[in-house]
């Protein structure tokens, strides 16, 4: 199984920051790499798909970069509303679907 | 409209035995593959299920294989989740999820809590 490895697991930043969360695969995945982002109490959401593509209806300012196993998740001007967990996911080796441990966006 | 509910969570003793569902509107539910994924309190994300769209095709995690059983009812746009042998461990939010393909989860349902606990 393809194993999924997120940091830092928790940031801490304010609003107008950029964040950078890493996403690590244990072996090649290509760009198949999907970001979640889920708010308490709530289901993930799909904000990227294939590394760096935007889900319809997502903000600009969500990014993705990445190929192979490195891979990045960027805010470029955290808003409140981005205060959650994000999830990275390999979707190269099905199955199992494996997701990475989940980085935690904080308020400062 | 895309809409997914999930029900039929609740307390178990372990060893018990309890059936999720999934009601599936908005969309054309035979045409689509499903999977379970849950979520152990303050926990990450752990995929469960794979069901295709004609049920031929089916995955199971490990941890479940042997002791959960996913099936779906096209003509009632449902999707089940059978659990058997209950354990503390399978303590968690199940969501069942829609694919945009087959590995990228694009609607998630509001989730149902299963407690395994005496």
């Known amino acids: 199984d393809i194993q999924m490895t997120q940091s830092p697991s928790s940031v801490s930043a304010s609003v107008g920051d950029r964040v950078t969360i890493t996403c690590r695969a244990s072996q090649g995945i290509s760009s198949w790499l999907a970001w979640y982002q889920q708010k308490p109490g709530k289901a993930p959401k799909l904000l990227i798909y294939?590394?760096?593509s935007l889900q319809s209806g997502v903000p600009s300012r969500f990014s993705g970069s990445g190929s192979g196993t490195d891979f990045t998740l960027t805010i470029s001007s955290l808003q409140p509303e981005d205060f959650a967990t994000y999830y990275c996911q390999q979707a190269n080796s099905f199955p199992p679907l494996t997701f990475g441990g989940g980085t935690k966006v904080e308020i400062k | 409209e895309v809409q997914l509910v999930e029900s039929g969570g609740g307390l178990v003793q372990p060893g018990g035995s309890l059936r999720l569902s999934c009601a599936a509107s908005g969309f054309t539910f035979s045409s689509y593959s499903m999977n379970w994924v849950r979520q152990a309190p303050g926990k990450g994300l752990e995929w469960v299920s794979y069901i295709s769209s004609s049920s031929s095709t089916i995955y199971y995690a490990d941890s479940v294989k042997g002791r959960f059983t996913i099936s779906r009812d096209n003509a009632k746009n449902s999707l089940y989740l059978q659990m058997n042998s209950l354990r503390a461990e399978d303590t968690a939010v199940y969501y069942c999820?829609?694919?945009?393909?087959?590995?990228?989860?694009?609607?998630w349902g509001q989730g149902t809590l299963v407690t395994v606990s005496s």
């Open positions: 294939a590394a760096s």
């Open positions: 999820a829609r694919p945009a393909v087959t590995t990228l989860l694009d609607y």
